[in-house]
T-cell receptor, first 112, second 118 residues
């Protein structure tokens, strides 16, 4: 059974810092991996989708990497802003199933 | 990206009543829809997967007679919480996947429905 872990559970940084969020998964046979953002009381916003054949994806200040062999993904946020404060979730689509398996999330606070 | 809507966005009901939550894909046809629930400060837990025109597949531990799922069309799925109790209070989020030929297609998520059972 696929398990997804995110470290740290919470992170607080001053505005302007670059930061890295980590995601690890136990089964390397995945179709894709997604990073989401969730604001309090809201639904999920998809940030980046990495196919299993890709190693990274970039969107603006965000860069996500994928290392299938080690079962890891990172989300890099450059020049963080208070508006980046949210919970970040990673989710993998296992090779043998259709649904996403979610990590427990990292709650990010960017201090002005 | 594609848009998924949910209605209502929040609902308060009395214990013992039934509540229906709608999930719609607005600009694409969704062959598969997923229902998740999320407790405070926890991650999303998949409840069930539904395919248009067929019965939903429920995850272990989810009561199918309590959480009725109907996926009657390619743009609409409904979740009915029957005889709701306070422990059913949660944030319910639906997700939809389209009919694109590329198997690597994304899941798009609705904004969620906050259910509070008194």
């Amino acid at each position: 059974k696929q398990e997804v872990t995110q470290i740290p559970a919470a992170l607080s940084v001053p505005e302007g810092e670059n930061l890295v969020l980590n995601c690890s998964f136990t089964d390397s046979a995945i179709y894709n991996l997604q990073w989401f953002r969730q604001d309090p009381g809201k639904g999920l916003t998809s940030l980046l989708l990495i196919q299993s054949s890709q190693r990274e994806q970039t969107s603006g200040r965000l860069n996500a990497s994928l290392d299938k062999s080690s079962g890891r993904s990172t989300l890099y946020i450059a020049a963080s802003q208070p508006g980046d404060s949210a919970t970040y979730l990673c989710a993998v689509r296992p090779g043998s199933a259709r649904q996403l398996t979610f990590g427990s999330g990292t709650q990010l606070t960017v201090l002005p | 990206g594609a848009v998924v809507s949910q209605h209502p966005s929040w609902v308060i009901c009395k214990s013992g009543t039934s509540v229906k939550i709608e999930c719609r894909s607005l600009d694409f046809q969704a062959t598969t829809m997923f229902w998740y629930r999320q407790f405070p400060k926890q991650s999303l837990m998949l409840m069930a997967t539904s395919n248009e025109g067929s019965k939903a597949t429920y995850e272990q531990g989810v009561e199918k007679d309590k959480f009725l799922i109907n996926h009657a069309s390619l743009t609409l799925s409904t979740l009915t919480v029957t005889s709701a109790h306070p422990e059913d209070s949660s944030f319910y989020i639906c997700s939809a996947r389209g009919v694109w030929l590329d198997e690597y297609n994304e899941q798009f998520f609705g904004p969620g429905t906050r259910l509070t059972v008194l």
